[in-house]
């Protein structure tokens, strides 16, 4: 299954809130991990 890149990056931070990651460090988190899976990397894993 597909996601658009507002899904990814909504789900990134949903998931760092949960865990209790501060939302704007997310906001700077979600760009980077979208950019690492878009190079063919697994940035969900590495963010």
């Known amino acids: 299954m597909r996601q ?3 899904e990814a990056k909504t789900l990134l931070i ?3 809130c949960g ?3 501060p939302i704007g460090l997310l ?3 979600a760009p980077a991990a979208l950019w690492l899976q ?3 990397r697994n ?3 590495q963010a």
Do not use: I, P, Q
Request: proline share 0%; with cysteine.
């Open 27 to 29: 906001e700077d988190l």
């Open 19 to 21: 865990v209790g990651v």
């Open 14 to 16: 949903k998931a760092g």
């Open 43 to 45: 940035g969900f894993d």
């Open 38 to 40: 878009a190079c063919g």
């Open 4 to 6: 658009s890149v507002s």
